[in-house]
């Protein structure tokens, strides 16, 4: 079944946009640091506000609100180092996230794979933590977590709310800064910018302690020479993403898990009960170890994903699927499909087939 290759791993990373592309090699051949007060100095530092206003005019902050970074996990570590005192993260965290602050309460989620608000309601009324992190929506299952309910009960103790929203950003209807967070961290490789390039958003008023300091830069509130071409091109890829109708993507992974389920009945959509962006599939097959999926279906041409783009090179079980209550070996059974703008139907045609060639291979072996 080979042809041309086809890439599902949106939600490790997404294709740079050709806009994307042009804007940040035009502000490559630019000269001029943004801090020199010199003529050169002065027209970067334009680029770079006119950056700052476009990424957030499309998140719906102030451009004030925005301190660039080099990415999400910056970002994440940025906001958690504003804690003055105890942290509670939801366990399906990012690693960027859970292992900065191996310490901190870890508030449970459903078997749903979404966050146990019941229980997070206890466990910040006991511990009164200075700070939670939530994601908007988890990198492995897509399942879109109750933010805007997690905030209220943040507020009631007096604590600062940080949401990881690298992967859900510009994929729901709603800002995710309407939810109610003190920060929000956002990346430009999820959205078609280029890599090397994040930042955190601020709410208004609210004091940011540099985590790297020596300089200046953003405010005070980053040191560093900021990454203009990253900037730009992170610009330039939101203003492709402007007003984007994710419904067809979502009728695409749906019909994908259709199929599949078609072919194995055992097979299960991970968090499929709930809501989930419309771009991610966590697809569960009993017994059918995810490595073997995923080097048989890259040999077809196919690229797909492991848990997080972060540490699915390490193989392990999905710390995710084994918050939600699934065994080990279930754990090691899941595949990441993530799907984006351009996905086709032919593409999702390829999978479909790779994946029932393997799985009938597989099926096979085991009745012999």
Known sequence: MKGEPVYLDWAATAPVRPEAIAATAAALRE?????????????????LEAARRAVAGFFGVEPDAVVFTSGGSEANQLALHQARGPIAVAAIEHASILEAVPEAIRLPVTPAGILDLAAAERLLAEHRPSLVACQLANNETGAIQPVAELARLVRAIGAHLHVDAVQAAGKLASAPTALGADTVAVSAHKLGGPAGIGALLVRP????????PGGGQEGGRRAGTPNLPGAVGFAAALECLSGF??????????????ELRAIAPELRAVAAEVPRLPTISCLLTPGLPAETQLV?????????GAGSACSSGKLAPSHVLRAMGLSEAEARAAIRVS???STSDAEVDRLVGAWTALYRRWRQRRAA
Not at 246 to 258: F, G, Q, T
Request: proline fraction near 6%; avoid cysteine.
């Open 31 to 47: 000269v001029g640091n943004p801090a020199s007060v010199h003529a050169f100095g002065r027209r970067a530092r334009a680029r």
């Open 205 to 212: 008023g609210l004091p940011l302690r540099p985590r790297q």
């Open 245 to 258: 109708d994710w419904s067809a993507v979502a009728a695409l992974r749906d019909r994908l898990e259709r």
């Open 296 to 304: 048989a279906l890259d040999l077809d041409g196919v690229a797909v």
């Open 339 to 341: 799907l984006g703008w």
